[in-house]
């Protein structure tokens, strides 16, 4: 079946513009996560949406950085006045929330963000 | 909150080698811990995971064992291939809460020289 998918799969942006990425997740997966990772850096977690709970926003490092999730399904991460310092790949995953195997999260490909 | 530290973050070996990745964790309610693989360019897929009612897990070439009185967890490959250079992550997470976040380790990244 299809997998996670993001959009764009690259993004080049200049300083202070604003930036939507998006995410579409495996179809029934309850839980969806935004991730950045920054070159041979590891993985910073941004944000969680689990069903209709309010999000988990902890990671997001500035006001700036905002995610939004429609319908329990499509998931956007919209990023204001971009700095040079948001450059990195940002990877949205998905999980299920029943069955044996329910927290093994399935992650997209990335979107590689370049703030010029 | 929980946190994770993974060592090494760069391990190079021979082909045909054992690797050993190590991370310990601090808050003793974790029981649920993935290793994800990331090859070049790729995005994460895991590999194996472990709970904490087990203290040790085999998939073919891979295993990982867990101490929690230790707090400690390690992935271990033998006869290392060249695929399996890559980076590696561990996390640490709490099944069952309600709210799943894991926390990763900062990742090794693996070489394996042909």
């Known amino acids: 079946g299809a997998g996670v998918s993001q959009s764009p799969s690259n993004k080049v942006t200049e300083k202070g513009k604003d930036v939507e990425l998006r995410c579409d997740p495996i179809?029934?997966?309850?839980?969806l996560y935004w991730y950045r990772q920054s070159l041979g850096q590891g993985l910073e977690f941004l944000i969680y949406?689990?069903?209709?709970?309010?999000?988990?926003k902890s990671g997001l490092p500035s006001d700036r950085f905002s995610a939004e999730r429609t319908g329990g399904s499509v998931s956007t991460l919209t990023i204001q006045r971009t700095q040079q310092e948001d450059s990195a790949v940002y990877l949205c995953?998905?999980?299920?929330?029943?069955?044996?195997?329910?927290?093994?999260?399935?992650f997209g490909p990335g979107t590689r963000l370049t703030v010029t | 909150g929980e946190n994770v530290e993974q060592h090494p973050s760069t391990l190079s070996v021979q082909e045909g080698d054992s690797a050993v990745i190590k991370c310990t964790y601090s808050?003793?309610?974790?029981?649920?811990f993935p290793w994800y693989k990331q090859e070049l360019g790729k995005r994460p897929q895991l590999i194996i995971d472990?709970?904490?009612?087990?203290g040790e897990k085999k998939d073919q070439r891979i295993a990982v064992t867990l101490n929690k009185t230790a707090k400690h967890f390690s992935l271990h490959i033998t006869e290392t291939q060249p695929e399996d250079s890559a980076v590696y992550f561990c996390?640490?997470?709490?099944?069952?809460?309600?709210?799943?976040?894991?926390?990763f380790g900062r990742g090794t990244s693996l070489i394996v020289h042909p």
């Open positions: 996390a640490a997470s709490i099944e069952g809460g309600g709210s799943y976040i894991p926390t």
């Open positions: 179809s029934g997966h309850t839980a």
């Open positions: 949406f689990q069903g209709n709970s309010a999000p988990d």
């Open positions: 472990i709970r904490s009612n087990v």
């Open positions: 995953a998905s999980s299920q929330d029943s069955g044996l195997s329910s927290y093994e999260q399935y």
């Open positions: 808050d003793s309610a974790s029981n649920y």
